[in-house]
């Protein structure tokens, strides 16, 4: 089955513990990104990867790292969490070229930083 | 600057009613249109694809139309079920240099019984 799954779907932690949120996909799409999504603002994009070892800012980096070693994973590093990152978070990966573009996204994780 | 607008922000309408969800972009270069259903708490899910030569599409129930020259979209329900209650975004895919989504922040529809 088709499929962005995303771990752990909950995480309570404490501000500056380093944690890290998983994503992996496994339609060999070249494209993923991250989202967090607070209420009333809607979905914001953290960082995105159009491939391999290629990774860029998106409009609300602050705070978060990525990397992209192989194409089928993009984990999440929030090196020092603090409470303002308190949110929902989501995965996405889409097909590039003519005929893609349709972000697939995982089931989401809410991260709580105390 | 690209930006994705939608309207109403929320909707409450009884089950069986239609209703329509509004979408104005300024995106430019257009490459697509789509739009998302995402029940609370989810990941959002892909309804239909709009392209630039498109003007309406239908998925079941739901039929989106564009209008290219007055940047327009929007998604009309018919018939509406209480499983189509949630948020319902919009997002432009725009075609400037690598990819990029611009979303918009969504309609919240609640159908009631």
């Known amino acids: 089955e088709a499929q962005v799954t995303q771990n752990p779907r909950y995480l309570i932690t404490v501000t500056g513990k380093k944690l890290t949120v998983t994503c992996s996909q496994n339609?060999?799409?070249?494209?993923m990104s991250w989202y967090r999504q607070d209420p009333g603002l809607g979905l914001r994009q953290i960082y995105y990867?159009?491939?391999?070892?290629?990774?860029d800012k998106g409009d609300v980096p602050e705070g978060y790292k990525v990397s992209r070693k192989e194409k089928r994973n993009f984990p999440l590093i929030l090196e020092s969490p603090s409470p303002n990152q308190t949110s929902l978070y989501f995965c996405?990966?889409?097909?590039?070229?003519?005929?893609?573009?349709?972000?697939?996204f995982g089931e989401g994780s809410r991260l709580t930083v105390l | 600057k690209n930006q994705v607008e939608q309207s109403p922000q929320s909707l409450i309408i009884l089950e069986g009613k239609n209703c329509t969800l509004q979408?104005?972009?300024?995106?430019?270069?257009?490459?697509?249109l789509r739009w998302y259903k995402q029940d609370t708490g989810r990941g959002p899910v892909s309804l239909t694809i709009?392209?630039?030569?498109?003007n309406t599409k239908s998925n079941g129930r739901y039929t989106a139309t564009l209008d290219a020259d007055t940047k327009q979209s929007s998604l009309h329900i018919t018939a509406s079920q209480l499983s189509d209650s949630a948020s319902y975004i919009c997002?432009?895919?725009?075609?400037?240099?690598?990819?990029?989504?611009?979303f918009g922040t969504g309609t919240r529809l609640k159908v009631l019984a």
């Open positions: 709009m392209t630039f030569s498109e």
């Open positions: 990867s159009m491939n391999v070892e290629v990774t």
């Open positions: 997002v432009v895919r725009s075609s400037s240099g690598t990819y990029k989504y611009i």
């Open positions: 979408c104005n972009y300024t995106v430019s270069p257009f490459s697509n």
């Open positions: 339609m060999n799409h070249e494209y």
């Open positions: 996405a990966s889409s097909r590039q070229g003519k005929g893609g573009g349709e972000l697939f």
